[in-house]
Nanobody
């Protein structure tokens, strides 16, 4: 079994910063691509940032220059540093991680439980 636990959400004023974390645990052989998604009320879930196993990154246009995704392989954790937050960044943020479990020949993706980020204007 693989479990993803997110932390770091909260309420912040516009222009402020938050750092999200998503820690994986379980019978993990390797962790591959790690992603952050977000979903605002009434909207579809959208991809915010991606980091590959070799730490190449990609971002949605709406967050480029403000958000930074990073990973700590030893801690099996992915982070999302969010700066210059705007009201439109308000959403539930979810991590999505590709994992190969010990003894499993296939990669599988897992979702975190979500963490609320609210930016007040």
């Amino acid at each position: 079994q693989v479990r993803l636990v997110e932390s770091g959400g909260g309420l912040v004023q516009a222009g402020g910063s938050l750092r999200l974390a998503c820690a994986a645990s379980g019978t993990i052989s390797s962790i591959n691509t790690m992603r952050w998604y977000r979903q605002a009320p009434g909207n579809q879930r959208e991809l915010v940032a991606v980091i590959s196993s070799i730490s190449s990154t990609n971002y949605a246009d709406s967050v480029k220059g403000r958000f930074t995704i990073s990973r700590d392989n030893a801690k099996k954790t992915v982070y999302l540093q969010m700066n210059s937050l705007k009201a439109e960044d308000t959403a539930v943020y979810y991590c999505n991680v590709g994992v190969r479990q010990i003894g499993d020949p296939y990669d599988r993706t897992y979702w975190g439980q979500g963490t609320q980020v609210t930016v007040s204007s």
